[in-house]
């Protein structure tokens, strides 16, 4: 086939937004890996993803923004608190990055996480009441987007803030995953995580005279010790911390909810077996991953479906489509199953040594806020239109309306 003719990662075609996935099937089954002519290279099949992934010491992980020619002329790597901007783990090699995710894993244990469950139970149930009495509410609006942010802000023992200021600006910030900017919108990204430093700074100012027995304190204790992590890096672990912990699991309970919505038997199903809520959050996760997609620089040449992506290419790895490979899930991977047993092998939280470390909380908060919403509203229903994120990367809704009838 001439190269011209061949099907090219293209987010701009008409309906993508909606459902990505068609665009995603065709990549993987007739272009799985493309020398994209905008300048980087695309995986859509599930074992060169992994693969990448797990590629250790032959990737580096660089901020997008540095690729052109994506971006002509837009760089986050320049000005006023770059410093801080690149700091944080997700955009760090090692040593530095074992050194930073040794520091923020000591802090965010599994049992750690275990004993939020009350409080996250506490918080869906609220949620929830306030529904019942509504009747008709936005879904995002009412659970999918506080609960997460409560949790973390919670987590880091932060005090009541601006959350609509930093709704807005960790939304902006979140765009620098997308994989095409214009300069006006790398520029929007840039002000909003200076922003979003500085409150950060001053929360840190805050909790220095404020200590408690919290995950910001104990980071803050992290840097006291001597353990070599600056300022600069403080600041920017508490803002991945902050927007990571709430920016994707949004999308997994809306996405995940709406999944259901579409899905009347799968919806039956899980009202009557409860016990597949934990399986049943696995498969929302691969069904529409709420991160659709990451991405590396190769420090050395890789094999990737026969063809040598050379030094210095940037490469974008699509989770979203891997998560839709038939050799992986089989035949129906395009079906939303709850008791599907491949369900967990989906790549939505990464692989190797960046997975994501955030991913218990995010599986506990989906299957309190899922499993108690489903058996507590057996009559959940959509109730009008939905409106999607129209990102490319964290693919989500603004709005999922939704109607129940009080129940007890
Ligand atoms: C990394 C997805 C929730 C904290 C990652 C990565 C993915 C991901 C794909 C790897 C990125 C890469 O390899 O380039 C998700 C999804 C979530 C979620 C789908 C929810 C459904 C959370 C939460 C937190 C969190 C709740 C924390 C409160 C992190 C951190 C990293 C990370 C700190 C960086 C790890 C590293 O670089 O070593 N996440 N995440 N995530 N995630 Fe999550």
Same mark, same amino acid.
Request: hydrophobic share 40%; aromatic share 8%; glycine share 8%.
């Given at each position: 086939m001439a190269e011209?003719?061949? @099907?090219?990662f293209n987010p701009f075609l008409p309906g993508f937004f909606n459902d990505p996935y068609p665009h995603y099937k065709q990549l993987?089954?007739?272009?799985?890996?493309? =020398?994209? $002519?905008? /300048? +980087?290279? +695309?995986?859509?099949r599930y074992d060169d993803v992994l693969a990448l992934l797990r590629a250790g010491q032959s990737v580096e992980i660089r901020n997008i923004s540095d690729v052109p020619p994506a971006h002509p002329g837009a760089t986050l790597d320049s000005g006023p608190g770059a410093a801080a901007l690149s700091a944080s783990m997700l955009d760090r090699d090692p040593p530095d990055h074992t050194r930073l995710r040794a520091l923020v894993t000591k802090v965010f244990t599994r049992r750690a996480i275990s004993a939020l469950e009350p409080r996250i139970t506490e918080l869906v149930d609220r949620a929830l009441d306030e529904m019942a009495e509504r009747g008709s509410s936005d879904l995002v609006e009412q659970l999918a987007f506080p609960l997460p942010f409560a949790v973390i802000s919670e987590m880091l023992g932060l005090p009541p803030v601006d959350n609509a200021r930093i709704r807005d600006l960790s939304g902006t910030l979140v765009r620098s995953l997308e994989p095409v900017a214009d300069e006006e919108t790398a520029q929007a990204i840039f002000s909003a995580a200076v922003e979003l430093q500085t409150l950060t700074r001053d929360l840190v100012a805050w909790k220095r005279a404020n200590p408690a027995d919290d995950l910001l304190t104990a980071l803050i204790a992290a840097e006291h010790e001597g353990q070599v992590l600056n300022e600069d890096e403080l600041v920017s672990q508490v803002v991945l911390l902050y927007v990571a912990g709430h920016e994707t699991t949004v999308n997994l309970i809306a996405n995940g909810t709406l999944a259901l919505l579409r899905n009347p038997d799968q919806h039956a199903l899980l009202r009557q077996? $409860? =016990?597949?809520?934990a399986n049943a959050v696995e498969e929302f996760l691969r069904y529409d991953s709420p991160v659709q997609q990451t991405r590396r620089i190769m420090i050395s040449p890789h094999e990737a479906g /026969?063809?040598?992506? $050379?030094? /210095? *290419? +940037?490469?974008? *790895?699509?989770l979203a489509a891997a998560n839709r490979d038939e050799k992986v899930f089989g035949p129906d991977a395009d079906k939303l199953r709850l008791d599907r047993k491949e369900a967990r092998h989906h790549l939505s939280f990464g692989g190797g040594p960046h997975h994501c470390l955030g991913a218990a909380l995010a599986r506990l908060e989906g299957?309190? *806020?899922?499993?108690?919403? @489903?058996?507590?509203f057996p009559d959940l229903a959509l109730d009008g239109e939905i409106e999607v &994120? &129209?990102?490319? &990367?964290?693919? /989500?809704? &603004? #709005?999922? $309306?939704? #109607?129940?009838? *009080?129940?007890?």
């Open positions: 011209q003719e061949r @099907v090219w993987s089954e007739e272009h799985p890996v493309q =020398d994209h $002519p905008l /300048g +980087f290279w +695309f995986l859509s077996r $409860p =016990d597949l809520t /026969g063809l040598q992506i $050379p030094r /210095g *290419a +940037f490469v974008i *790895a699509c299957q309190i *806020a899922i499993g108690r919403m @489903v058996q507590r &994120n &129209n990102r490319i &990367n964290l693919r /989500g809704l &603004n #709005k999922l $309306p939704i #109607k129940v009838h *009080a129940t007890v």
